[in-house]
């Protein structure tokens, strides 16, 4: 078992010629393949200090929006389209949501690019959690599928709500 783990770690941490992983943590057991999340518990906390930076692109009108988020609430929310950039703190209560949802970003499995589909909107988010940093890429046609889903739309309300209200 632990010869199938040390290759499975090092499986999990090569990649392609010219592609980048989307999951990175410095520390933990490898990543869970493409067949979807392993039955452990995740290798990653939000009980410390974190970060994302959330983004989304595409869409038929071009969209390029983007929200920066800490454990304390502080956010930046930028829409380069519009030169729009407003800052403020979410209350205690949207930062705990975040939190419970951060997690699944270590389980996300979804490729460094994804499947082609014109017109869709693209989400990138990172992580900064205390364990490693953490990716995922989805588009609208593999969105669903993502562990992150739930944060992503999460994410993606707090985004729209800050740059209406702003």
Do not use: H, M
């Amino acid at each position: 078992i632990l010869a199938v783990a040390l290759l499975l770690s090092v499986a999990a941490c090569t990649a392609a010629p010219g592609a980048a992983p989307t999951q990175q943590p410095t520390e933990g057991p490898p990543a869970p393949t493409a067949a979807g999340p392993s039955d452990e518990t995740t290798p990653c906390s939000a009980d410390g200090p974190w970060a994302v930076d959330f983004s989304v692109t595409g869409g038929f009108a071009g969209v390029d929006q983007r929200l920066d988020l800490d454990q304390t609430g502080a956010y930046t929310a930028t829409d380069a389209r519009q030169g729009k950039e407003i800052e403020g703190v979410y209350p205690p209560d949207v930062v705990a949501g975040v939190s419970e949802l951060l997690p699944t970003i270590c389980q996300a499995t979804a490729s460094s690019r994804p499947p082609s589909c014109a017109d869709c909107f693209v989400y990138n988010l990172q992580a900064v959690l205390d364990d490693g940093r953490y990716a995922v890429s989805v588009n609208d046609v593999n969105l669903s599928e993502s562990p992150a889903a739930e944060l992503i739309a999460l994410l993606n309300q707090l985004l729209r709500s800050a740059l209406e209200t702003g």
